[in-house]
């Protein structure tokens, strides 16, 4: 392990503003690469290359000899159990000697400090490249990545979620709160919940990415992360579209839940793409948001029961709800056509009888009505071409 000279020349200064002696800094092979006095950086230190080789404190007198070395003591630097360089303090044995291990150890500290601050750096750096390939650059994913983390990420034994944490104001602050609140709860996490979340700084808003099956365990910190609102009243918690590998999709998700969010000072700003409904067609992409929202309401139906109960609510509509008005129109009881609401209630999950409930009905059995006319004419139409 090398200690870097900014990083060297750091702890020197640092541990003469306690000891008030000058201080140097030595590498494996006896050159200062720091000190507290500037003339002797880049100097050979023949006592610091001794101590280096023999592993062991070296007291010089002024009666010692060695070539550019001063009174003093000379003490092994140990981080591992590895000696990786050499402390030197400057002065009278007498003055300096009960100094030693205290300035040895706070030394390693100080190294062992930087050198964890350097891995979670490294580790940082790490996810926000892997999770910039997954959303991004999927198609070069194999190339860059070894064979179990692209097994990790793009199997389909799992399913994946996108999340984007934003606000339109104090974006710097904002990001800086959240990522402190990521980091003290992610570190708490058992190791293999934690390597099943990513997270990095994007386009001014943080990006997760997370398994599925770890939701019970991000969703305390996501609601932790909710409470910034208070100071951040815009901000807004998009959960994407699950999926197995498809992530670019599952970002454009939370973004369309992103960009659909109103705040409230009332309302969770956690917002989940499998809560919306309408907003499925407040997207460029009509075509497939459409698609979307009928097999989100009506993919359960049969084409028999598609058509029974798209003639149900066009009845519901024109009799303003009146149950015996549109069981006259039908020649049936009123029981069976209660029981036929029901059964469209146990079956998509929506109520003709409750207001948004009917809305989301009315959208997307017109979404349906419109798409089966449009491939009837289609069909229609090829017909005649090649009857020509």
């Known amino acids: 392990m090398k200690v ?24 494996s092979d006896g050159t200062i690469i720091a000190s507290t006095d500037p003339a002797r950086i880049g100097t050979f230190h023949e006592a610091g290359r001794t101590v ?26 140990h981080i591992n159990g590895e000696v990786i360089a050499v402390i030197g ?4 044995p007498e003055q300096v000697i009960t100094f030693g291990n205290i ?17 979670k750096q490294r580790e940082v750096d790490r996810n926000r490249m892997l999770l910039e390939d997954l959303i991004f650059y999927p198609q070069n994913f194999a190339e860059r990545w070894d064979e179990a983390t692209l097994s990790f990420w793009r199997s ?6 996108i999340v984007l944490i934003h606000s339109d104001t ?12 990521l980091e003290q709860y992610t570190e708490q996490l058992p190791p293999l919940v934690k390597s099943s979340i990513l997270w990095t700084e994007h386009e001014q808003m943080m990006v997760l990415l997370y398994k599925e099956k770890t939701t019970s365990q991000l969703l305390p910190c996501l609601q932790q992360i909710e409470e910034l609102k208070f100071n951040y009243p815009s901000m807004v918690v998009a959960i994407g579209s699950r999926v197995h590998r498809d992530f670019r999709t599952s970002y454009r998700d939370a973004q369309l839940v992103q960009d659909t969010y109103t705040a409230r000072p009332e309302v969770s700003c956690i917002v989940n793409y499998d809560d919306l409904t309408i907003e499925l067609l407040f997207n460029p992409e009509n075509t497939y948001r459409q698609q979307q929202l009928q097999e989100k309401v009506l993919g359960q139906l049969t084409d028999k029961e598609l058509e029974e109960f798209y003639h149900i609510l066009q009845l519901f509509e024109a009799h303003n709800g009146s149950i015996s008005g549109i069981a006259d129109e039908l020649f049936i009881h009123k029981n069976t056509l209660q029981y036929q609401i029901q059964k469209l209630r146990r079956i998509t999950g929506y109520d003709l009888r409750n207001y948004h409930d009917f809305m989301v009905l009315r959208l997307a059995f017109t979404l349906y009505h419109h798409t089966t006319q449009h491939v009837s004419e289609t069909k229609a139409s090829d017909s005649d071409t090649d009857g020509q």
């Open 156 to 161: 389909d034994d799992d399913y994946k979620r």
């Open 52 to 77: 280096y080789q023999l592993k062991r404190v070296l007291v010089i007198s002024e009666s010692d000899s060695y070539e550019g070395t001063r009174p003093g003591i000379n003490l092994p630097v």
């Open 4 to 27: 870097s000279p900014h990083l060297a020349q750091n702890i020197v200064e640092s541990m003469k503003s306690i000891i008030k002696q000058d201080i140097n800094f030595i590498d």
């Open 103 to 119: 300035i040895r150890k706070m030394t390693e500290i100080l190294i062992l400090e930087e050198e964890f601050r350097n891995v």
């Open 170 to 181: 104090s974006q710097f602050n904002f990001l800086k709160d959240v990522r402190r609140l």
């Open 89 to 92: 303090i400057t002065g009278t």
